[in-house]
């Protein structure tokens, strides 16, 4: 009864969690939440001698705002008024793609591309550097 | 020709009227048919360079403008799908509504570095692989390939400025700028490349030879103006054809009017100028005739009826007031002469009975010596009377012109030779050498009143006679082709120069010793003269002064 409770308790995790991956074409080793955060925020842009080149999905989307919320840990508006101010200095927020298709294309594509898509969508030609888990 | 003019003051105010109206007509008519189908061809080349610069203007911005646009897409972020491969179509969604939005015929194209087209406006070229990958040398550029104008664009990527990641490309239907190019029923308009290989717009059926950067032809229909375009066109040239009867259909609709409408004009000047000179000439000519009525008529009393204040009225008021007294003065005259030959005739028959009876008297009764003296007197003294009454009639009748003239071919030399035997006897009894020389007269017939002729000759012969005391008087009778010259020079008792005017007035003498002894009435050289001039011929005097003697010559015009 007990276990049974277990494996409801995990059942329902796994139905209601959502599992997402950082990609990239590149190996990189020792990814963590902030070496994540710092790259997206171009505050971190080359890595092992390679330029990196973030990838955003558009601005409404799910898996977005799970990253933002997961990862960057800052708020829509927060982020907007920081791009706002990267933007005066010369910095772009990073490249945006419509669906997670692209993103995976994008991403074999480039060198040094990093992205992020849901973790069932990865294929063979990314490399997984980071995951998490959102249970909305 | 110079007699139409000279004789006649209409016809040359006709001539001046017709002058002034035709001459800005004609210098009018000559302007529009020679020199203003060249002005207004000037100036419709001059329309055509500006229509032609116009639109050379608006192709180059248009063309600019595409250019333009390319660069922009080129920059576009969107432009990052091309890395996956367009998967999410933004890039050829956006192609597409640049696409509709231009409503041209012109496709977009992104072309990736591996020469595939990844994105466009149309699908049906999708995935194909792009021909063209040699004609992209430099980041940018315009390059012409057959019908087709081809702007292309490097695309780099967003992040990074130095990798290209692939081209944009517009491929531009060169026959689009045909709504450039107007093409109405007047104008025609249509591009040329250089080498003649492509037409934009409908191309001529001629073939125009081109000479400079900017010109223009004229054609036998048409009028074409063409300029060399310039930047991305500049192998091109563009052309204005003007259809010429169609844009001068105006001028020339003008002139057929104006040549249709001038026999109109020219007959129309001549009438006016024909009605204007008659209006004017009408009171001269009314003038004109009236004098000449009046000289044929004599009648004095008619009045010229005219009312207008102008130099014609003042004339037609000065000859009216001419005639007045002319009328006036003819009457007093002719009262005088009706007066004087009643006169005459009222004197003449208690006359004639006071010569009858002293002649009775004189030769019937047995009258003492001095009785005969008396009634001698009487009659002598009648006499002088009576031949003083025919003088004054015979004068009074020519003043009134009513002397009968019966011109007769006769023989001047006898007639002479007749005066000569009647008055010899006279002579004689002066002891006068008296002489007739006829040698210088050779006309066989002469017309002339005898009558008359005789008359003037005893007169001029008596006179002769009468004013000789002694010496000799000499008739001569001499003629030219035109004249017959009579003259009678005597060695009497001359006359003084300051005297020569009063010879022929009517009773007046020279008043000198010698002629107040003779007899006379005074009327002989007066009344000679006047029947001279009823003959048309003329008494002239000369002497060389007082007792020098006197020559008389009476000239007479050789009638044809």
């Known amino acids: 009864m007990k276990l049974g409770g277990v494996f409801f308790i995990l059942f329902s995790l796994n139905i209601f969690a959502q599992e997402y991956a950082v990609?990239?074409?590149?190996?990189?080793?020792?990814?963590?939440?902030?070496?994540?955060?710092?790259?997206?925020?171009?505050?971190?842009?080359?890595?092992?001698?390679?330029?990196?080149?973030?990838?955003?999905?558009?601005?409404?989307?799910?898996?977005?705002?799970?990253?933002?919320?997961?990862?960057?840990?800052?708020?829509?508006?927060?982020?907007?008024?920081?791009?706002?101010?990267?933007?005066?200095?010369?910095?772009?927020?990073?490249?945006?793609?419509?669906?997670?298709?692209?993103?995976l294309a994008f991403t074999r594509n480039v060198l040094g591309a990093i992205s992020y898509v849901k973790i069932e969508n990865v294929n063979e030609n990314v490399n997984i550097l980071y995951k998490w888990r959102s249970n909305d | 020709?110079?007699?139409?003019?000279?004789?006649?003051?209409?016809?040359?105010?006709?001539?001046?009227?017709?002058?002034?109206?035709?001459?800005?007509?004609?210098?009018?008519?000559?302007?529009?048919?020679?020199?203003?189908?060249?002005?207004?061809?000037?100036k419709l080349i001059l329309d055509q360079h500006h229509n032609v610069e116009v639109v050379s203007k608006l192709i180059k911005t248009h063309l600019t403008s595409l250019d333009k646009e390319v660069s922009f897409l080129s920059r576009l972020d969107v432009m990052d799908d091309i890395l996956a491969d367009d998967i999410d179509k933004r890039i050829s969604r956006l192609l597409e509504q640049k696409k509709e939005d231009y409503s041209l015929s012109l496709e977009f194209f992104v072309v990736s570095n591996n020469n595939?087209?990844?994105?466009?406006?149309?699908?049906?070229?999708l995935s194909n692989n792009c021909s063209l990958k040699q004609k992209f040398s430099k980041n940018k550029g315009i390059f012409f390939l057959n019908e087709n104008l081809y702007i292309y664009n490097k695309i780099f990527a967003s992040f990074d400025k130095t990798e290209t990641i692939g081209i944009l490309i517009l491929e531009y239907k060169l026959d689009n700028l045909r709504v450039f190019l107007d093409n109405s029923r007047q104008e025609h308009a249509f591009m040329m490349k250089k080498d003649k290989s492509l037409y934009i717009g409908n191309r001529p059926s001629f073939d125009i030879t081109i000479k400079n950067k900017k010109g223009s032809v004229s054609l036998d229909n048409y009028l074409v103006v063409y300029q060399k375009m310039d930047n991305i066109l500049k192998d091109?040239?563009?052309?204005?054809?003007?259809?010429?009867?169609?844009?001068?259909?105006?001028?020339?609709?003008?002139?057929?009017?104006?040549?249709?409408?001038s026999p109109f004009i020219l007959v129309l000047i001549i009438v006016v100028s024909v009605k204007f000179s008659k209006y004017i000439f009408k009171p001269i000519e009314k003038l004109t005739n009236l004098t000449d009525e009046i000289i044929v008529s004599k009648e004095y009393s008619?009045?010229?009826?005219?009312?207008?204040?102008?130099?014609?009225?003042?004339?037609?008021?000065?000859?009216?007031?001419?005639?007045?007294?002319?009328?006036?003065?003819?009457?007093?005259?002719?009262?005088?002469?009706?007066?004087?030959s009643n006169m005459s005739h009222e004197l003449k028959t208690p006359l004639n009975a006071i010569i009858g009876f002293s002649q009775y008297l004189i030769s019937y009764e047995n009258l003492t010596d001095e009785q005969l003296d008396i009634v001698s007197n009487i009659e002598s003294s009648s006499q002088y009377l009576l031949e003083?009454?025919?003088?004054?009639?015979?004068?009074?009748?020519?003043?009134?012109?009513?002397?009968?003239?019966?011109?007769?071919?006769?023989?001047?030399?006898?007639?002479?030779?007749?005066?000569?035997?009647?008055?010899?006897?006279?002579?004689?009894?002066?002891?006068?050498?008296?002489?007739?020389?006829?040698?210088?007269?050779?006309?066989?017939?002469?017309?002339?009143?005898?009558?008359?002729?005789?008359?003037?000759?005893l007169n001029l012969l008596s006179n002769a006679i009468k004013y000789t005391k002694k010496g000799s008087?000499?008739?001569?009778?001499?003629?030219?082709?035109?004249?017959?010259?009579?003259?009678?020079?005597?060695?009497?008792?001359?006359?003084?120069?300051?005297?020569?005017?009063?010879?022929?007035?009517?009773?007046?003498?020279?008043?000198?010793?010698?002629?107040?002894?003779q007899k006379g009435t005074g009327l002989g050289l007066s009344l000679s003269k006047k029947l001279a001039q009823v003959l048309d011929a003329d008494i002239y005097l000369k002497s060389d002064g007082l007792n020098k003697g006197t020559e008389a010559i009476f000239v007479l015009k050789v009638r044809s």
């Open chain 1, 23 to 103: 990609v990239s074409n590149v190996l990189l080793h020792d990814i963590t939440k902030s070496k994540l955060k710092a790259i997206f925020l171009k505050k971190l842009t080359h890595l092992n001698k390679i330029h990196l080149v973030p990838v955003n999905l558009s601005s409404n989307n799910d898996i977005r705002e799970a990253f933002e919320k997961e990862i960057l840990q800052m708020s829509k508006k927060r982020l907007k008024s920081y791009w706002s101010k990267q933007h005066y200095m010369g910095n772009r927020p990073p490249v945006t793609m419509k669906s997670q298709e692209s993103v």
């Open chain 2, 302 to 340: 008619k009045y010229l009826d005219m009312v207008s204040e102008d130099e014609i009225g003042r004339l037609a008021n000065s000859f009216n007031t001419l005639l007045n007294t002319t009328d006036k003065t003819i009457d007093a005259s002719d009262a005088k002469s009706a007066f004087i």
């Open chain 2, 236 to 261: 091109w040239y563009i052309f204005y054809m003007v259809k010429k009867d169609i844009a001068l259909y105006f001028f020339y609709n003008f002139i057929h009017f104006m040549l249709y409408l």
């Open chain 2, 388 to 457: 003083m009454i025919h003088g004054i009639l015979d004068i009074a009748k020519i003043e009134a012109g009513k002397v009968d003239i019966n011109i007769n071919t006769c023989d001047c030399k006898s007639l002479a030779q007749e005066c000569f035997s009647m008055l010899e006897p006279l002579a004689q009894d002066k002891d006068l050498s008296f002489d007739f020389n006829y040698e210088k007269y050779t006309l066989k017939k002469f017309k002339t009143d005898e009558k008359i002729f005789k008359q003037i000759l």
């Open chain 2, 473 to 517: 008087i000499n008739l001569e009778l001499s003629n030219t082709t035109k004249e017959v010259f009579v003259k009678i020079k005597d060695s009497g008792i001359g006359i003084e120069k300051e005297e020569m005017p009063k010879l022929f007035k009517e009773f007046s003498r020279i008043d000198n010793t010698l002629s107040s002894k």
């Open chain 2, 116 to 125: 595939k087209i990844i994105a466009s406006s149309s699908k049906d070229k």
């Open chain 2, 1 to 42: 020709m110079t007699d139409f003019f000279k004789k006649s003051l209409a016809n040359r105010l006709l001539f001046s009227f017709i002058s002034i109206g035709f001459l800005p007509f004609i210098i009018f008519l000559i302007y529009t048919l020679v020199l203003s189908e060249t002005k207004i061809v000037n």
